[in-house]
T-cell receptor, first 112, second 113 residues
């Protein structure tokens, strides 16, 4: 199994641009999570899905952030418009029920 | 909602020293507990997990953790650290009936050769 696959690995964009982060979970996992990691705030849960349905998006910072999971093998996290304070590493993770998560390698986002 | 506290922000040890990293959680019901490690520039990897049974859990790379229910704690230990253990360590908890995992702030471990 290739694990959780995230793309791109690095993204540099200008303030105001739209950014789309992608995640392919492990086949058979029924949960998918998006986390953001910064030095100041640590790991923050943004949103999670169960069987492609968003369960809790209370961690999504603002309306500029949106996430979708159109099918069991793909999810996106979109920021529109992006701001410098969105700079962080964004991790996707998947799991089967609650038996622990497998994390992707992350996307390092820099907004200039 | 559950929360997780890791009181040590940065721990510096010499090789062969013993390690104990503290983790406390706040949730009164059944919990599942985890420790993850993040090596520099990498993603989080699962070290060990506790669901039920023996409260002393053994993980990979010689790590172990003990669940003490009365103290709401799940401390991570290793008898003799190596330089390659330099990383950030995260404690995490989710309530037994959901999969919403909360992470502690992390403890950075530096092992001096």
């Amino acid at each position: 199994d290739a694990g959780v696959i995230q793309s791109p690995r690095h993204e540099v964009t200008e303030m105001g641009q739209e950014v789309t982060l992608r995640c392919k979970p492990i086949s058979g996992h029924d949960y998918l999570f998006w986390y953001r990691q910064t030095m100041m705030r640590g790991l923050e849960l943004l949103i999670y899905f169960n069987n492609n349905v968003p369960i809790d998006d209370s961690g999504m910072p603002e309306d500029r952030f949106s996430a979708k999971m159109p099918n069991a093998s793909f999810s996106t996290l979109k920021i529109q418009p992006s701001e410098p304070r969105d700079s962080a590493v964004y991790f996707c993770a998947s799991s089967w029920t609650n038996y622990g998560y497998t994390f992707g390698s992350g996307t390092r986002l820099t907004v200039v | 909602a559950q929360s997780v506290s890791q009181h040590n922000h940065h721990v510096i040890l010499s090789e062969a020293a013993s390690l104990e990293l503290g983790c406390n959680y706040s949730y009164g019901g059944t919990v599942n507990l985890f420790w993850y490690v993040q090596y520099p520039g990498q993603h989080l990897q699962l070290l060990l997990k506790y669901f039920s049974g023996d409260p002393l859990v053994k993980g990979i790379k010689g790590f172990e953790a003990e669940f003490i229910k009365s103290k709401f704690s799940f401390n991570l230990r290793k008898p003799s650290v190596q330089w390659s253990d330099t990383a950030e360590y995260f404690c995490a908890v989710n309530a037994g009936n959901n999969n919403d995992m909360r992470f502690g702030a992390g403890t950075r471990l530096t092992v001096k050769p």
